[in-house]
């Protein structure tokens, strides 16, 4: 009796086969496919500084504080560079080297904004209030002492 009884629901039941299974998902679409993330080289470039980045507990001086991980990272690279690691020792040199033409390069084109700053006021003082000439003479002191230090390092 219990199998005409079943029989009879499924016939009135439009969604059920003859078996009683769905003859429809109820979800028709389906789970939703996890969407590919389009790796490009800026991304790739921001995870990875991001990741750098990212503080780490680590502890300093017998007390544990947070610490960004690239720190962590040249603290280790230095050590390990002065225990005699040789990939280490020239990794340290190339970077401090890459950083150092870096700083150049950003003290050589602030110079030169400089230099512009000096020549236009030269031509057109009266468009140069008192504030300008104090940056200007200030930006200079920076230049040279930031190029004397340069001299001392090298």
């Known amino acids: ?6 029989k009879s629901n499924t016939r009135s039941d439009p969604w059920r086969d003859s078996k009683g299974r769905f003859k429809i998902s109820g979800n028709l679409a389906g789970r939703p496919r996890k969407k590919k993330r389009a790796l490009t080289v800026a991304q790739d470039r921001d995870d990875f500084l991001a990741a750098t980045e990212e503080e780490i ?6 007390k544990e504080t947070k610490v960004p991980a690239n720190v962590l990272v040249n603290k280790r690279l230095v050590q390990k560079a002065v225990g005699g690691d040789v ?9 401090r080297r890459e950083i ?10 602030l110079a030169d904004m400089l ?10 003082p009266q468009d140069f209030t008192d504030t300008d000439c104090e940056i200007m003479e200030e930006l200079k002191v920076c230049l040279n ?4 230090k ?3 390092n090298d």
Not at 87 to 95: G, Q
Not at 115 to 124: L, T
């Open 150 to 152: 340069n001299r001392d």
């Open 57 to 62: 507990t680590a502890i300093v001086k017998g």
């Open 100 to 109: 150092m033409e870096e700083k150049r390069k950003e003290q050589t084109k």
């Open 145 to 148: 002492d930031l190029a004397s």
């Open 1 to 6: 009796m219990s199998g005409e009884a079943k």
């Open 115 to 124: 230099a512009r700053a000096q020549r236009a006021h030269r031509e057109r």
């Open 87 to 95: 990939r280490c020792i020239i990794a340290v040199v190339e970077r």
